[in-house]
DNA sequence: CCTCCACTGGAAACCTAGGCTC
DNA sequence: GAGCCTAGGTTTCCAGTGGAGG
């Protein structure tokens, strides 16, 4: 405790002192758009160009960008989206709304829809109400008040995996309903493959424009990071080589520029904080392992209680667990702390979930004799599920 | 070649918490 | 308030299964 409150007191004198490296520290945040685009002059005009026609009161082209997380497709369009905005507004042209959704994040049909009327400003409640009758509310707002609305869809293929593609179908026929106002849809996808998925007539009418993103080359994430650097950090304050560094770690699977950034980002941090006054390369290695434990400390918190139980279960299982033995554990912590337990049919669905977060490994395995069941393995160390778990009141408990 | 284990995973039904209309 | 709708989590039920051991 005394330590913590140590080196409060220091990040305070530093702060009140002025002793930063950063000059504007959000212009390295993940959220940031910044003016120039670098490399993608391009898909902006494309972009661009497929938009004009909002500024003379007309419907534009539905829009399809594909490319791999970290190419700037959301960056792009909210630009382009922002210009276009300015532009309507310098002329006295009506006012031209932004939407933004990102349907992962959203999670089903129904509140990407409740994402939508959000921004339009019109309250649609979380439940209740069938999906016709939120369509139908939207458009209704939409053509009363001659909205123009483009909306941003992103991550539209988890949309069109989840089948929940009746509302992309629905969304791109609207125009009938909508009076003056009109709806334009800008999906984002970073599936390249996602089209085969889709309906054919959601295809052809969401499809009217399509442009690639395609990866930014390691030279090209280097002079991004340059660019930043000359606004977000004071001036020699980058050891020789640290953006090089930045630019090959994150180029290193595909350009994903918001890696490259983040490293820079975190690895700023890191050295602010060891009071040194030039990043290096050794602070982006520290960095890159910060960013991938945070990720993993992340999503254990953000876990739901039953499944925190199960990943708990686990804890010091070098060789893993079958699905019988980690719900025999699982049973024995839950009475510990004094929770009613979920059936086995459930805690299996739980071990797949955690599954295709990568928290943990399950194999079908076969014991011939012995039945058949899964194989379960923790993918992260003990110590830092260890560490998680104990910040946690209530599933802490079941460590002591 | 057959049996039978210890599950898997699909399907349907149920529950809660909300909202609609009449 | 009844009777209908929604989402999302859960329970119940059950057919299906790969292969070690007989």
Do not use: W
Not at 200 to 215: A, D, M
Not at 320 to 330: A, D, N, P, S
Not at 368 to 376: D, E, F, M, V
């Amino acid at each position: 405790m005394q330590r913590k409150a140590d080196s409060l007191d220091d990040i305070f004198n530093k702060a009140l002192k002025g002793e930063t490296l950063f000059a504007d520290r959000g212009v390295l945040r993940s959220d940031y758009i910044p003016n120039n685009l670098l490399f993608r002059e391009e898909q902006i005009t494309s972009i661009g160009q497929a938009l004009t026609p909002t500024l003379q009161n007309q419907k534009p082209s539905n829009l399809l960008l594909y490319g791999k997380t970290g190419s700037g497709k959301t960056a792009v369009a909210k630009h382009v989206l922002e210009r276009i905005q300015e532009a309507a507004r310098k002329n006295n042209k009506t006012e031209i709304m932004i939407a933004y959704s990102n349907s992962r994040l959203a999670g089903s049909e129904y509140r990407t829809l409740v994402d939508l009327g959000q921004e339009l400003g019109i309250k649609i409640p979380f439940t209740g109400l069938p999906l016709s009758e939120v369509l139908d509310r939207i458009y209704k707002h939409i053509s009363k008040n001659n909205i123009k609305v483009i909306f941003i869809l992103d991550e539209i293929d988890f949309l069109a995996k989840q089948s929940y593609d009746d509302i992309l179908y629905s969304l791109t026929r609207s125009s009938e309903h909508l009076g003056n106002g009109f709806l334009s849809i800008i999906g984002i996808s970073n599936d390249l493959h996602f089209k085969t998925l889709l309906d054919s007539r959601v295809l052809s009418s969401l499809n009217e424009e399509e442009i690639l993103f395609h990866p930014y080359t390691v030279r090209e994430l280097n002079e991004i990071l340059e660019d930043r650097t000359k606004t977000a950090l004071k001036e020699g304050t980058v050891q020789e080589g640290t953006l090089n560094l930045c630019a090959a770690m994150a180029g290193s699977e595909h350009g994903d520029a918001r890696r490259a950034i983040e490293l820079l980002r975190v690895a700023a941090e890191i050295a602010e904080r060891e009071s040194k006054p030039k990043i290096t390369e050794q602070h982006v290695k520290t960095a890159s392992h910060k960013i991938d434990r945070d990720r993993i400390t992340q999503s254990i918190k953000t876990l739901p209680i039953h499944e925190k139980i199960v990943l708990t279960s686990l804890f010091d299982e070098k060789k893993g667990l079958t699905t019988g033995e980690v719900y025999q554990k699982y049973l024995t912590l839950t009475k510990k702390i004094g929770l009613d337990p979920l059936t086995q049919r459930r805690v299996s669905g739980l071990i797949n979930e955690l599954d295709t977060q990568g928290l943990v490994s399950a194999k079908l395995v076969n014991h011939g004799r012995y039945g058949r069941t899964k194989n379960i393995t923790l993918m992260i160390s003990n110590e830092t599920l260890q560490e998680t778990i104990e910040e946690d009141e209530l599933v802490g408990q079941t460590l002591q």
